[in-house]
C-alpha cells in the first residue's frame, strides 16, 4: 500500500468528548416502587404530543420504573385517562 491510498483518521472532535451528565431515574429519586395510572400529572409528562413512549436513554429512568411507566401509560390509555393521539 502506497501513502496515498491509506486513509488518515481524522482526530475526534472535541463535542464528542465533552462527558454528559447521568441522568437520575426521578422515580427511584422518590422512593416509588409503583407508578400510579391515575396519575394523569405525572404521565402526561412521559408521552409526546404524537402519543409516544420514549425511550429510557431520553427519559433518563432506569430499566425497572421505564417498564412501569409504560405499563401506567398503556393502562390509563385503555380506561380513557389518557388520550392516545393529542386531538
Known amino acids: 500500500m502506497n501513502s496515498s491510498t491509506k486513509k488518515t483518521?481524522?482526530?475526534i472532535p472535541s463535542k464528542l468528548m465533552q462527558l454528559r451528565k447521568k441522568r437520575i431515574c426521578?422515580?427511584?429519586k422518590d422512593g416509588a416502587r409503583y407508578i400510579d395510572y391515575k396519575d394523569i400529572k405525572i404521565l402526561s409528562s412521559y408521552a409526546s404530543e404524537r402519543g409516544r413512549?420514549?425511550?429510557r436513554r431520553i427519559t433518563g429512568n432506569c430499566?425497572?420504573?421505564q417498564r412501569r411507566l409504560t405499563q401506567?401509560?398503556?393502562r390509563a390509555r385503555t380506561m380513557g385517562l389518557l388520550s392516545f393521539v393529542a386531538s
Open 53 to 55: 413512549i420514549p425511550p
Open 63 to 65: 430499566a425497572f420504573h
Open 72 to 74: 401506567a401509560i398503556k
Open 9 to 11: 483518521m481524522s482526530p
Open 26 to 28: 426521578r422515580f427511584c
